[in-house]
């Protein structure tokens, strides 16, 4: 279960809670999300989009050190083989 | 002219400029009409000589080829086609995967009761202008009408004839180990495009189908490569899986592909995401894939882009040897995974 | 697509399979409790590729295949219910009820929409203002906001023709349960990003101490979740039972505060039938006092089915536990098969019957 | 053998051994398991060469002739026939009727999701053995399954081929003042059949359809008449009404019709008057018309008296100049009556 | 057929007409009141055939033509009213209503069921226990049995699911309407012989006399016809206003009193609209009250359609009474056709507009 | 309106009144009609019958005195032509 996508945030349609709804964009293609979990995004955000709504916001400090860990796994496994 | 009357039906029935009603199929002139104003007229008399029943197409030199298919997309238009397109492109596509030249097809159409005129316009003009463009005349019909709830707005069929080019006969027995699997475009456009406007699900841009004629590209491989070509197939339901699981039974070989490699438009990957679909196990209706003696594949190529029904073709892998799995698929994680045969229809998941 | 093709990067899942390889000095059982996650441990040969260095166990992931029968009599019946149209999420179509699947409903002229949504049902509620729109509300925690919306939604819309089965299931209690099986062989969870997403994991701490069980909040892609057993074969050779977040940048430690707000202004934590296990105490989510008129159960009681007795002969809770092999299971190949399953683990693509069925390696006929 | 997955839906399909499927359309392996076990293996394997794609049918010499008809009728069984019946004689008739011989058909399903195996079987084999028993292969298929509700059951498409006789061209065209228009058996079975079954109309005995196949009494009909035989039609939608008008339209004259003349089973009879139709705008389905020079006719009723799908030829009027009325029907009463074109479905009437 | 072939001899036919000829001094005008008579004399050409001596008038002889557009549109709104069908006879399906007939009504969605007999209606009724059945209970006197037939045997197997839209029509008071009209020119009548099975004639005789009209009960075949038409001439000849039974094989004095205690049960005599004609007192049955569960008027009451305001424009009253010719009528082959009618007497095959409109000699393509 | 055909009661079904039915036979097809207005039709009876219920009974001797009638009609008509 709970297949979540990130898409980025390009348009906010309505702020209001419980209705709150946002255009999101995955990979070129763009859907009214509904924002009610996230609705402090700004636009150019990612969030995790699940069943149509928005769960969570990306959080890009954490993803950035993640892919430098990654980066230096390369690293470290070119060297050790 | 005499008034249309019934005996059957008191009282007369009214004639409902608006709609297709059941009295349009019941074989008298609310019928003919509407076949000699709204199809014929459409269709052009020459092309469609008794639409009611046989017609008469002179002698046929060659081998003959003979496909049909019926055609149900709900909805009846989407983005990128519509249900006439597929029912002429689809028919086509079946006689040019099979190596031979469409020469003409017959039209059969079964329409609900309360089907707009509007909508039935549409469509036949659709086929008109798709039949037209393909240079493949539409020489025979058929109309039926049935109850309101009984069908899903319309139907077709279409049934096509061809003549097979020479005597080279492409098969998917003929695929030797090392050919190269040569997909003609992006994947997955057709059923994407179908299932977003069947359900709704509002996408921008709405995806739209791939829905084009492959008669020329077709005829143009087999001349550039004769022999070279092994087999073609238009990766229609079941998807690009489909056709590489037919070809792995036919042949005993092993299919191998590398998902890196496959043509898929940056907007239909976003969609298959969202749903959870397999790119691979989605309809298409006029990208097809090639089996390639593997020095060919550039020829292959360079023959491809040429038409305009073909858009990015590119080499997605190889035939080998079979060990366990008649289908492979690598995603870059090392070893391969076998790839699943298609059974079921595609429903967007969650999990 | 960022914030995913980075995840699928060949050369550095080599890398961790490598590390993971290099560091695991014993085959450790490792249980994933989310569907998605053992979809892509399949489709990317995860499992496989480690078969040699960890043990990997698809738990009762799929809250597709923990739906009780019981709640699929009652969708199929509502859908049979004159007037009636059963939206759901295309997942549910195929689970088995006790007599049929909702998919053999609509063959025999049940009414059943599929959604992507739950709040793509309440357009069909406005769209059909004469029938009755019944929402099938499964789903882990990460799901229960988007059905606690629509509930929220469709008060304040007034749209008397919108109700829901209450069906949601929650992770944790499953996880304790597993864990007190008496043959239980699980050493170390991954634990299911999206579900934390919303929960967040403070509530794991306790639980790994209690069970004294290292528990890695982990991602789906192939990255991530080589990165989460990673993590999670490290805490085990250094014998912490602590939990880890591998999935930082969408898991924060009290999880989405606005979402269990919704979850909680709907909803109550409830016992709850899964399949395959019985009840697990707190194992689920039940519809306010509040939202009573909302909940198909109360408003079609009518048609509610009779406690439904399980799936007979299926050893499901066994596999999912890891007791057993599915190969163990009698009814396994022979009268379950994925066109005819008896049971949960043989009905998902992700279950762990059908992954076995699937990968064991069966005569094909080539020409000598 | 792997088993058959789809990485497109959790949890995957149960294959259901009573009924037809969404999964049966979907061009995977349980497609091709249906086509191959419940489709292919009746019709004979060396009939239907690839059931899902294009057939090679090989060289035809002479003028090709090609029909396309839809089969929508409910409900699927009656007696005296089924749709598979239907479906194989009415394209074969079609030919006939324009006088060619039947080559081939090919056969197109729509089926409708939930459609029982024993109904779906029976009408297979009923397809089968009909083709067989007219000598006419199928060498070309579709199958298309639609959701529940979007159609009703089963739909079937066939689109026949044949070659003309010799250069003989009938039409109506071709019809004289004086031609004699001889009807082959006795009318409106077929579509009392079909009516009385629909609406639970509870006859007893039930009546039962004309559904016959009439290449072979076509064919010797024109053998043993040449150019005197001008054109013939089977009465299927909208009766003889339906033909005699279109005749009179395409020939210009009038068609004159004694009704005591009319061949017509006292049962039928029975029915017709009950529900107050008019035998002459009721369906037939292995019933025809033929127009022939009148020095002929007795030859022309000799030669169907050898046939078992005519019983009772019986010559019912004749072409003449036209006047006012296109269609005119003597009713002994002393004037004769214009026959109305058939327009609308035919109600049972109580006024 | 016994009964019936009898009456078709085309020798008989050609003597009787060759009488009325003999007899008749000048063209009398004859109005047959029943559609099935108005269809047979169309049918075997009599009417065109004593053209020159009898002038024959389509009086509202069809009670699918003269029922109120009103009563069309509630039985429109009851197709279209989810989980109801109505059940009709075939020859209601293309009755215009004020903006659509049950026929396109069904195009749009609503469900109509086409039945030989009420009492099918009734068989339909059990085989969908969850839907409503609504019959549509049209026709005069002689259909007046079979339909409180199925009120009676509804009531007894108390099938809750089963009700009516009652429709009936009496025939004479609408007789009464024509000769009280100013310019009326009917100066004989055919009584409609199915009509009489039931009545008998008993009631047609101060009629006749109050109107000074001879009245001829006559029958159906051509023969029936001719020997009503040629004794009815022969009473206005001899100036006789008095009553004659020429149906003497179906039709007795007293009628049907088995039948005519059915209708009583279920049925009591009401003003009726008349398409065409508006209020005709006593012109209808209503349901009497200890059936008002079967009576969808009250069933359905939320979904009664304001009152129909009648076909605008259309002459029909005045043709159907013989005042003006169809052609006479503005709309005629106009704004009027069979195709698009605005009136009853240009919707039914038999009706008075529709036969002129089809015998019209209009030109033919014939090449020179 | 009114179409009504004579058929021939060929058994009876149910004599119970409002429930009475017969097998009716019209030129060689039968079917089940309502009789509650017909209950003291005999076996070998022509009906009349209209929308599934029988209305009347046909009368032989009436029938078969306007048939004489008929026939004299028609000599008549010979004589004088
Ligand atoms: S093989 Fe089937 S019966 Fe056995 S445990 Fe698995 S799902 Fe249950
Ligand atoms: S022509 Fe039309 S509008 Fe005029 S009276 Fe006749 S039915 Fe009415
Ligand atoms: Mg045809
Ligand atoms: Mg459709
Ligand atoms: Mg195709
Ligand atoms: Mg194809
Ligand atoms: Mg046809
Ligand atoms: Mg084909
Ligand atoms: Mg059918
Ligand atoms: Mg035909
Ligand atoms: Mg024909
Ligand atoms: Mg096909």
């Known amino acids: 279960m709970c297949l979540g996508v990130?898409?980025?945030?390009?348009?906010?349609?309505?702020?209001?809670?419980?209705?709150?709804?946002?255009?999101?964009?995955?990979?070129?293609?763009?859907?009214?999300?509904?924002?009610?979990?996230?609705?402090?995004?700004?636009?150019?955000?990612?969030?995790?989009?699940?069943?149509?709504?928005?769960?969570?916001?990306?959080?890009?400090?954490?993803?950035?050190?993640?892919?430098?860990?990654?980066?230096?796994?390369?690293?470290?496994?070119?060297?050790?083989? | 002219m005499n008034a249309p009357m019934s005996p059957l039906a008191c009282p007369r029935p009214t004639t409902s400029d608006q709609t297709i009603t059941l009295a349009h199929g019941e074989g008298g002139k609310m019928m003919r009409n509407l076949i000699r104003d709204r199809i014929v007229s459409k269709l052009g008399e020459t092309n469609v000589q008794r639409f009611s029943d046989a017609a008469c197409v002179g002698t046929i030199k060659g081998n003959v080829a003979i496909s049909t298919d019926s055609y149900v997309v709900s909805p009846l238009f989407f983005p990128g086609g519509d249900i006439g397109t597929l029912a002429v492109h689809g028919t086509i596509n079946d006689l040019a995967m099979a190596g031979a030249s469409p020469l003409f097809l017959t039209l059969s159409l079964i329409l609900e009761e309360g089907l707009p005129f509007e909508v039935?316009?549409?469509?036949?003009?659709?086929?008109?202008?798709?039949?037209?463009?393909?240079?493949?005349?539409?020489?025979?019909?058929?109309?039926?009408?049935?109850?309101?709830?009984?069908?899903?707005?319309?139907?077709?069929?279409?049934?096509?004839?061809?003549?097979?080019?020479?005597?080279?006969?492409?098969?998917?027995?003929?695929?030797?180990?090392?050919?190269?699997?040569?997909?003609?475009?992006?994947?997955?456009?057709?059923?994407?495009?179908?299932?977003?406007?069947?359900?709704?699900?509002?996408?921008?841009?709405?995806?739209?189908?791939?829905?084009?004629?492959?008669?020329?590209?077709?005829?143009?491989?087999?001349?550039?490569?004769?022999?070279?070509?092994?087999?073609?197939?238009?990766?229609?339901?079941?998807?690009?899986?489909?056709?590489?699981?037919?070809?792995?039974?036919?042949?005993?070989?092993?299919?191998?592909?590398?998902?890196?490699?496959?043509?898929?438009?940056?907007?239909?990957?976003?969609?298959?995401?969202?749903?959870?679909?397999?790119?691979?196990?989605?309809?298409?209706?006029?990208?097809?894939?090639?089996?390639?003696?593997?020095?060919?594949?550039?020829?292959?190529?360079?023959?491809?882009?040429?038409?305009?029904?073909?858009?990015?073709?590119?080499?997605?892998?190889?035939?080998?040897?079979?060990?366990?799995?008649?289908?492979?698929?690598?995603?870059?994680?090392?070893?391969?995974?076998?790839?699943?045969?298609?059974?079921?229809?595609?429903?967007?998941?969650?999990? | 697509m960022k914030h995913l093709d980075e995840y699928r990067d060949a050369a550095a899942s080599q890398s961790l399979i490598t590390d993971i390889r290099a560091r695991a000095t014993r085959p450790w059982v490792l249980m994933d409790v989310c569907g998605g996650q053992t979809h892509n441990l399949v489709r990317y040969g995860i499992e496989r590729e480690l078969a040699d260095c960890v043990e990997l166990i698809h738990g009762p992931g799929c809250p597709v295949c923990v739906t009780a029968t019981e709640l699929i009599d009652f969708a199929v019946a509502l859908a049979l219910r004159p007037n009636t149209i059963v939206a759901s999420f295309g997942d549910m179509l195929r689970v088995p009820g006790s007599s049929q699947s909702l998919m053999q409903a609509r063959e025999r002229g049940g009414r059943i929409q599929i959604v992507y949504s739950p709040l793509d049902a309440l357009a069909l509620a406005r769209q059909h203002p004469n029938a009755e729109i019944v929402f099938l509300a499964v789903g882990f925690e990460t799901t229960a906001p988007a059905t606690a919306l629509a509930v929220i939604q469709a008060t304040k819309l007034s749209l008397n023709n919108f109700s829901i089965v209450p069906a949601h299931v929650r992770v944790l209690p499953a996880m304790e349960t597993i864990m007190r099986m008496p043959d239980n062989r699980v050493e170390g969870f991954l634990a299911a990003g999206h579900v934390c997403c919303i929960t967040g994991f403070e509530a794991y701490q306790p639980f790994a101490s209690r069970f004294r069980v290292p528990i890695v909040i982990t991602g789906f892609e192939p990255i991530d979740l080589l990165r989460g057993i990673l993590k999670t074969v490290e805490l085990l050779e250094t014998g912490q039972a602590i939990v880890k977040n591998q999935y930082s940048r969408t898991v924060q430690r009290q999880g989405n505060l606005a979402a269990q707000s919704i979850i909680d202004q709907v909803y109550e934590v409830d016992d709850r039938d899964w399949r395959g296990f019985g009840t697990i105490s707190g194992g689920g989510y039940r519809l306010r006092a509040e939202y009573s008129l909302m909940n198909?159960?109360?408003?079609?009681?009518?048609?509610?089915?009779?406690?439904?007795?399980?799936?007979?002969?299926?050893?499901?809770?066994?596999?999912?536990?890891?007791?057993?092999?599915?190969?163990?299971?009698?009814?396994?190949?022979?009268?379950?098969?994925?066109?005819?399953?008896?049971?949960?683990?043989?009905?998902?693509?992700?279950?762990?019957?059908?992954?076995?069925?699937?990968?064991?390696?069966?005569?094909?006929?080539?020409?000598?």
Request: glycine share 8%; aromatic share 4%.
């Open chain 2, 120 to 351: 039935f316009d549409r469509v036949i003009d659709s086929i008109a202008e798709t039949a037209n463009t393909c240079g493949v005349p539409i020489v025979a019909g058929d109309t039926k009408v049935v109850t309101k709830g009984a069908a899903d707005g319309m139907f077709l069929n279409t049934t096509g004839v061809g003549v097979h080019h020479d005597d080279q006969r492409m098969s998917a027995k003929q695929i030797q180990p090392g050919d190269t699997l040569v997909v003609s475009g992006p994947i997955a456009r057709h059923g994407i495009a179908v299932l977003a406007a069947r359900e709704s699900l509002e996408f921008m841009p709405p995806p739209a189908s791939d829905s084009a004629a492959l008669h020329r590209v077709a005829a143009d491989l087999q001349s550039a490569l004769g022999n070279d070509l092994r087999t073609m197939r238009d990766a229609t339901r079941g998807g690009v899986a489909a056709v590489l699981h037919e070809w792995a039974e036919e042949s005993t070989l092993a299919m191998w592909v590398d998902e890196a490699q496959l043509p898929l438009l940056p907007e239909t990957r976003g969609v298959c995401e969202l749903l959870g679909l397999d790119p691979m196990f989605v309809a298409n209706e006029g990208t097809f894939v090639a089996a390639i003696a593997s020095h060919r594949t550039e020829d292959a190529i360079s023959v491809m882009k040429t038409h305009s029904s073909c858009g990015d073709p590119a080499p997605i892998g190889y035939a080998r040897r079979r060990e366990i799995s008649p289908v492979l698929v690598s995603r870059g994680m090392g070893g391969d995974q076998p790839l699943d045969e298609p059974i079921a229809a595609m429903l967007p998941r969650i999990c």
């Open chain 1, 6 to 81: 990130p898409g980025r945030v390009v348009r906010w349609i309505n702020r209001e809670s419980n209705f709150a709804k946002a255009e999101v964009e995955f990979s070129g293609v763009r859907r009214e999300i509904h924002m009610a979990c996230v609705t402090d995004a700004n636009l150019g955000d990612y969030v995790i989009v699940h069943a149509g709504i928005a769960i969570c916001l990306v959080d890009e400090v954490e993803a950035e050190q993640t892919l430098a860990e990654l980066k230096s796994l390369g690293e470290n496994s070119d060297e050790t083989p």
């Open chain 3, 296 to 368: 198909a159960r109360q408003k079609f009681a009518d048609v509610l089915p009779p406690k439904g007795r399980g799936d007979v002969d299926c050893r499901g809770a066994d596999v999912m536990s890891g007791k057993i092999k599915p190969k163990q299971c009698p009814a396994f190949a022979t009268t379950c098969t994925p066109q005819s399953p008896l049971g949960a683990p043989m009905v998902s693509s992700e279950g762990a019957c059908a992954a076995y069925y699937r990968f064991e390696p069966l005569p094909i006929k080539v020409p000598s």
